[in-house]
């Protein structure tokens, strides 16, 4: 069921890391360990 959010929760601003979402032991971490992508940020 559809309802109406109020005004005030739409002008909220969440600041994340990735680290903090990213569990320790996804393919993502493996993979930034395993290559090295520095040549990219040149």
Do not use: C, T, W
Not at 12 to 37: C, G, Y
Request: charged share 25%.
């Amino acid at each position: 069921m559809l309802s109406k959010q109020s005004m005030e929760g739409r002008y909220q601003i969440s600041m994340i890391a990735l680290d903090e979402v990213v569990p320790a032991n996804h393919l993502v971490r493996k993979l930034e360990a395993a290559i090295d992508f520095s040549f990219i940020y040149d």
